[in-house]
């Protein structure tokens, strides 16, 4: 059974910076995509990063420049780092898989941005 634990959220100040990590048991995470996604207040879930299997990543408009995602593959750990965060930036952030066609999902971490 895949799991997938969330970390790391809080609150931060505009500019600030946190890491989110993604901690997976019952697969390899280097064996799949796996995805950041964000749900902000009122707002649908959005995709906003990629890290592929071969350790290219993607990211959206909306975060390219400012978030990096990272996976240690002996730790089976994905991370999150997030710079230069905006108040936009508030919402729960999640990973994400698809494991034998099963759609996994973390629990989710809360991030906002605010002074």
């Known amino acids: 059974q895949v799991q997938l634990v969330e970390s790391g959220g809080g609150l931060v100040e505009p500019g600030g910076s946190l890491r989110l990590s993604c901690a997976a048991s019952g697969i390899m995470l280097k064996a799949y995509t796996m995805h950041w996604y964000r749900q902000g207040p009122g707002k649908q879930r959005e995709l906003i990063a990629n890290?592929?299997?071969?350790?290219?990543?993607y990211y959206d408009d909306s975060v390219k420049g400012r978030f990096t995602v990272s996976r240690d593959d002996v730790k089976n750990t994905m991370y999150l780092q997030m710079n230069s965060l905006k108040p936009e930036d508030t919402a729960v952030y999640y990973c994400n898989t698809v494991y034998k066609t099963q759609n996994s999902w973390g629990q989710g971490t809360q991030v906002t941005v605010s002074s």
């Open positions: 890290i592929f299997s071969d350790g290219v990543s």
